[in-house]
């Protein structure tokens, strides 16, 4: 089993829908990243948790420690939004990645 | 901005050859990070190294080298590509190792081997 599962693996929605992106972890963490990454491969980090909520603009990142787990959201999503997120864990040093999950928002 | 240069998007190269793959990062940041990337894996971290000549193995070090020979650059080695090299290769920095400052990627370098 994989210490860091996304879900889902791939979503596809109309523009202005809500978009929720779960990741769920097994192990230890200080700290979890939400990124993103375009067509094209360059990765930005969106953010970094280590408890309750952030929001940047359209984007919602939460995390429940005692869970385990983190859900990205994204409101009213745009074909801009169209990417791969990927779900990161950080423990002892390194990074633990999930596969990620590929978005696509049609007009 | 951080700014972390990969010094190719694209590489073809054939069986047997050594290839280097280039970092630059134009912050001052202490750690940098190779990562490849597989369909249906994530990121796989290859080295990462804590400060200059500092290196540590990652998950995968095999069949890779690394050199940090100056804070700002850090340099993949591939000794001999093989066709299960062909991947895509991200370089990262963050000011600290445990990330806590973000990290800050490259656009990547997609390396075909054949």
């Known amino acids: 089993k994989n210490e860091v599962e996304q879900s889902p693996q791939n979503l596809t929605a109309q523009e202005g829908e809500f978009i929720t992106i779960n990741c769920s972890y097994s192990?230890?963490?200080?700290?979890l990243h939400w990124l993103q990454q375009h067509p094209g491969g360059g990765i930005v980090s969106l953010f970094m948790l280590s408890s309750g909520k952030k929001k940047h603009g359209r984007l919602i990142a939460t995390i429940n420690i005692q869970e385990k787990h983190s859900s990205l959201h994204i409101t009213a999503s745009h074909p801009r939004d169209s990417a791969v997120y990927i779900c990161?864990?950080?423990?002892?040093?390194?990074?633990?990645w999930g596969a990620g999950t590929k978005l696509i928002i049609k007009p | 901005d951080v700014k972390v240069t990969q010094s190719s998007r694209y590489l073809v190269k054939r069986t047997g050859e050594k290839v280097f793959l280039e970092c630059v990062q134009d912050m001052d940041h202490e750690n940098m990070f190779w990562y490849r990337q597989d369909p249906g894996l994530g990121l796989r971290l290859i080295y990462f190294?804590?400060?200059?000549?500092?290196?540590e193995k990652g998950d995968i070090p095999e069949g890779y080298s690394v050199s940090r020979e100056k804070k700002e650059r850090f340099s993949l080695i591939l000794e001999s590509a093989s066709t299960n090299q062909t991947s895509m290769y991200l370089c990262?920095?963050?000011?600290?190792?445990?990330?806590?400052?973000?990290?800050?990627f490259g656009s990547g370098t997609r390396l075909t081997v054949v």
């Open positions: 192990v230890g963490i200080s700290a």
């Open positions: 990262a920095s963050s000011l600290t190792l445990t990330g806590q400052s973000g990290y800050t």
């Open positions: 990161a864990v950080e423990g002892n040093y390194q990074l633990i």
């Open positions: 190294s804590y400060d200059v000549k500092m290196k």
